[in-house]
């Protein structure tokens, strides 16, 4: 039988600055929950609010894969290796930060909120050369499937990172049913509901609740309304 841990929306940590509205499934910054760390290699998921004009000044990271996915507005970034940009709802931006990197990112909009995800992966690859990525996923999207957007593989569908790690995004129908087949067995499953009620399992979820699954290489997902869903598969051991 899989081993499951559900995280509830309410139960995140919260962290409120007026210009940031932050939601932590793990322990981040000034919120800490021993019981709360990582799902293996999944070690930050934080669900961000920032005001028009306002975000994150120049800040340093290594040795870590963050990635973030806006929900919506438009995120600017800039960072030590030159790259200047702006990531918006359907697309995804991965930073592999390796020996280190600085960056600061910023909502490109004065009047209006941007929402996104920001997600930090341990890599199973230290000290690489630091790189950046982006790219659009929704002109790949197909209604009621799941669309891959990270892979383990430049070669592969979506943006890459140097861990053994799949995410797949979906907008799904009430009443759609799909079976995930894990990509590697010893892998966990982080489901994350974006948008609506779904059942993973026997597990009823609702928006923005988490669920991981591991001990098993199968997770059976059915939409209770129309749904959106982020799926993380990760190495529990890495």
Request: glycine letters at 8%; hydrophobic letters at 35%.
């Amino acid at each position: 039988m899989a081993h499951t841990i559900l995280h509830k929306a309410d139960t995140r940590g919260k962290a409120d600055y007026g210009w940031l509205k932050s939601s932590h499934t793990f322990s981040f910054g000034q919120h800490y929950d021993p019981a709360r760390i990582q799902f293996g290699a999944l070690r930050v998921l934080n669900d961000d609010w920032v005001n028009g004009g306002q975000g994150f000044g120049e800040h340093p990271h290594d040795n870590m894969e963050i990635i973030s996915i806006p929900l919506e507005g438009a995120l600017q970034h800039e960072d030590s290796m030159g790259n200047v940009a702006v990531i918006t709802s359907g697309e995804i931006q991965v930073m592999s930060a390796g020996t280190g990197i600085y960056h600061q990112e910023f909502n490109k909009n004065k009047n209006e909120p941007v929402k996104f995800l920001q997600i930090w992966l341990f890599p199973n690859q230290r000290n690489v050369e630091p790189r950046y990525q982006q790219q659009r996923y929704d002109d790949r999207l197909v209604p009621n499937q799941f669309t891959q957007i990270l892979s383990p593989s430049p070669d592969d569908d979506g943006v890459w990172i140097y861990q053994n790690a799949w995410f797949n995004i979906g907008k799904l129908e009430k009443g759609t049913k799909i079976d995930y087949q894990f990509k590697n067995n010893n892998n966990g499953l982080y489901v994350f509901v974006l948008k609506g009620d779904v059942k993973v399992n026997s597990q009823i979820l609702n928006e923005r609740d988490g669920l991981g699954l591991s001990e098993t290489d199968l997770a059976a997902i059915e939409m209770l309304t129309d749904a959106e869903i982020l799926l993380m598969e990760v190495p529990m051991n890495y």
